[in-house]
């Protein structure tokens, strides 16, 4: 959905029962839509081919007290959430509080216990809607990358119970005020799953972002909200590392959108193999 048409601009006035009055592109200028009625009330418009995953996923959430947008309305390919408080712009340095509250959401996430469902189906990894193996094969991949899926391939998937994994948590998915988290958005990779998938995910965005250290104060908040330890965290630390590019050059974009413009696709490389690395040397 590059621009908002006519078409869903209507949709959505007839779902709220008001005119639309001003929009606005929230992630690079574009889709997803921040919208605003003639009674003053704002709501964000997405566009898509099918939300049957994201609108499950947000509806576990609204059951279980986790924080992310309601759901207003969906039609077809469209979709009209509520508009949550705060920003997804991520610093260019961490607080502990900040780290420690990224592990305390995902753990509030993974309270949900989960059996795989046609709408929110068993995730193993990461961004399952990306095939980054052909991404490897067309870009070509480094030898640690390659060594890594090998490993992986003899290695089983740890058994844990299932439960709510959102499937692509990362800072850019997350809304704060101030030092608060407020919100966690863009569902529509959630499913059931080992809670590492998460877990892992965010542990490799963090140190991506920050650098070394970070991973360990997010597993912290985790554990703090969990009551336990976090399961197999080498083996998910692989996993979301081979769920990134060849190169991460290619979420640069992404990421600068984010606020740090601090980060190119060399540092962020870097920083990703010395996570996948050091996840490796455990592993082992």
């Known amino acids: ?79 009209l959430l509520s508009v949550v408080a705060g920003s997804s712009r991520i610093p260019v340095e961490p607080t502990t509080e900040r780290l420690t509250a990224l592990g305390a959401a995902a753990a509030g996430v993974h309270a949900v216990e989960l059996s795989p469902r046609k709408d929110l189906p068993l995730r193993h990894r990461p961004i399952e809607l990306a095939d980054f193996d052909r991404w490897r094969e067309r870009d070509g991949a480094s030898a640690l990358l390659l060594d890594a899926v090998d490993a992986m391939a003899e290695l089983p998937e740890p058994e844990s119970a299932r439960v709510l994994v959102h499937g692509d948590l990362w800072q850019g998915n997350t809304m704060w005020v101030g030092g608060e988290l407020t919100s966690i958005v863009d569902w529509d990779c959630a499913g059931a799953g080992h809670h590492g998938v998460d877990l892992g995910s965010l542990r490799c965005d963090v140190e991506l972002m920050f650098g070394v250290g970070a991973a360990e104060i997010v597993s912290a908040g985790w554990r703090e909200r969990a009551g336990r330890p976090p399961a197999d965290v080498a083996y998910w630390d692989v996993v979301a590392a081979l769920a990134t590019p060849p190169d991460l050059i290619d979420w640069e974009p992404a990421i600068q959108d984010q606020g740090r413009v601090d980060l190119d696709g060399a540092t962020l490389t870097a920083r990703r193999d010395a996570f996948l690395w050091a996840a490796l040397d455990r592993i082992s």
Do not use: C, K, Y
């Open 1 to 79: 959905m590059g621009e908002v048409t006519a078409e869903a601009l209507g949709w959505a006035e007839s779902a709220v029962g008001q005119r639309v009055v001003g929009s606005r592109g929230l992630r690079q200028g574009g889709a997803p839509w921040l919208l605003r009625f003639g009674d003053g009330a704002e709501a964000v418009l997405r566009g898509g081919d099918g939300f049957d995953t994201e609108v499950a996923a947000l509806r576990l959430a609204e059951e279980n007290g986790i924080p992310a947008p309601r759901l207003i309305a969906v039609g077809d390919g469209l979709m």
